[in-house]
């Protein structure tokens, strides 16, 4: 568990512009959350929701990731 925990942090301490929008991949690595926890959570509105850009492709605002991430802490 100490390992997804460091990373977790180390993705953290990345810098992103606001504007961003993140891959799942980033999203679990910043969040230290897997897929399914993600989408349950947002099915239960404690995390936001995704932009969809195609049928296939999902991407979240790194902005509303962060501010979610401080709002945990």
Known sequence: MEVKSRQASAA???????????????????TGLKRSALYARI???????QIALSS???????????????SVK
Do not use: I, Q
């Open 43 to 49: 099915a239960a509105g404690t995390f936001p929701r």
């Open 56 to 70: 296939r492709c999902v991407r979240w605002r790194a902005s509303e990731v962060l501010n979610w991430l401080e």
């Open 12 to 30: 953290a301490d990345r810098s992103f512009h606001p504007a961003a929008l993140l891959r799942v991949s980033a999203v679990e690595d910043l």
